[in-house]
T-cell receptor, first 114, second 112 residues
Framework: NAGVTQTPKFRILKIGQSMTLQCTQDMNHNYMYWYRQDPGMGLKLIYYSVGAGITDKGEVPNGYNVSRSTTEDFPLRLELAAPSQTSVYFC?????????????FGEGSRLTVL | AQSVTQLGSHVSVSEGALVLLRCNYS??????LFWYVQYPNQGLQLLLK??????LVKGINGFEAEFKKSETSFHLTKPSAHMSDAAEYFCAVSDNNNDMRFGAGTRLTVKP
């Protein structure tokens, strides 16, 4: 049971570089989410998607972009990386919206921007 | 927007002692409330959730939480701590939109 798979697990970027964090789920969930986790701050929602072709901003979307071309995949794009984007990123999926449903999380991607 | 406050960023208990992790929420509508647990280098896992069916909610691994509307609280308890309970615990609130708000987390240490 793969669940939610994130790659890469670790990455170091230089300021101004770009990269994509990959997220794939095999549970046929319509809802997918990207969060960032910073020490002492909990998790903050970056972007979410309620189905293929539909995405929306969360609490902290600046500096990020997403796309959702299939039910399974929800990549997160970082353009012009900045030190403030150093964080642990979690992808999650759900059968329903977060109001009722459990979120299933990947193991995280630790990104450092130097 | 809804929010949660977790009182105490670190809690330390002895093995066999009561675990009490505090969470207070703010929401303009009847909330959905969750407790998640995160073990080192892993993603979050659902412990339990409140969706208005019953005020006392039982979760996995012997944890439970009680929804108290008058106190706007949803504290997590376990009668007897095990070493394996050492982890970080997050309270979360949602008001039926797609923006689940998480607390800052409480790191639980269990001493032998």
């Amino acid at each position: 049971n793969a669940g939610v798979t994130q790659t890469p697990k670790f990455r170091i970027l230089k300021i101004g570089q770009s990269m994509t964090l990959q997220c794939t789920q095999d549970m046929n969930h319509n809802y997918m989410y990207w969060y960032r986790q910073d020490p002492g701050m909990g998790l903050k929602l970056i972007y979410y998607s309620v189905g293929a072709g539909i995405t929306d901003k969360g609490e902290v979307p600046n500096g990020y972009n997403v796309s959702r071309s299939t039910t399974e995949d929800f990549p997160l794009r970082l353009e012009l990386a900045a030190p403030s984007q150093t964080s642990v990123y979690f992808c999650a999926s759900s059968t329903t919206g977060t109001g009722r449903g459990e979120l299933f999380f990947g193991e995280g991607s630790r990104l450092t921007v130097l | 927007a809804q929010s949660v406050t977790q009182l105490g960023s670190h809690v330390s208990v002895s093995e066999g002692a009561l675990v009490l992790l505090r969470c207070n929420y703010s929401s303009s509508v009847p909330p959905y409330l969750f407790w998640y647990v995160q073990y080192p280098n892993q993603g979050l896992q659902l412990l339990l959730k409140y969706t208005s069916a019953a005020t006392l909610v039982k979760g996995i691994n012997g944890f439970e939480a009680e929804f108290k509307k008058s106190e706007t609280s949803f504290h997590l308890t376990k009668p007897s701590a095990h070493m394996s309970d050492a982890a970080e615990y997050f309270c979360a609130v949602s008001d039926n939109n797609n923006d689940m708000r998480f607390g800052a987390g409480t790191r639980l240490t269990v001493k032998p």
